[in-house]
């Protein structure tokens, strides 16, 4: 019995920091801006500091009413793992849809890229 409980502790310390880093983004880390433009430009804001523009990558996703949201800016990679349930539903509905949208564009570019090469 004791074994499991030492094992169940140590699972917990090794996934504790990982885990907080990608469901909690508290802090500096938090995403408190997500914006699309008319002109497909993403926007995303962490913490305190303004939105800046960066690159949606295609791991981004969407699972259930969450967002995975995978990005890059100023050579670094960053996620975000955001339950739309915490959004107003227009917003919500609206980030739901462009993302399905700019996952079927860049299905679309992979698609014609590879038929190219045919």
């Not at 030492?6 to 995403?31: C, H, K, M």
């Not at 969450?66 to 960053?78: A, N």
């Amino acid at each position: 019995m004791a074994w499991r409980l030492g094992t169940a502790l140590a699972i917990v310390s090794l996934a504790w920091r990982p885990a907080v880093r990608l469901l909690g983004q508290i802090g500096e880390r938090a995403v408190t801006h997500v914006q699309w433009t008319a002109s497909g430009e993403w926007r995303i804001g962490l913490g305190h500091r303004d939105p800046v523009q960066v690159v949606l990558l295609n791991e981004s996703a969407i699972v259930g009413s969450w967002l995975f949201l995978v990005w890059s800016h100023d050579g670094r990679r960053y996620r975000a793992l955001i339950d739309t349930a915490t959004l107003r539903p227009e917003l919500a509905r609206a980030l739901q849809v462009r993302l399905r949208l700019e996952a079927h564009s860049a299905n679309e570019r992979l698609q014609r890229r590879l038929e190219g090469r045919t």
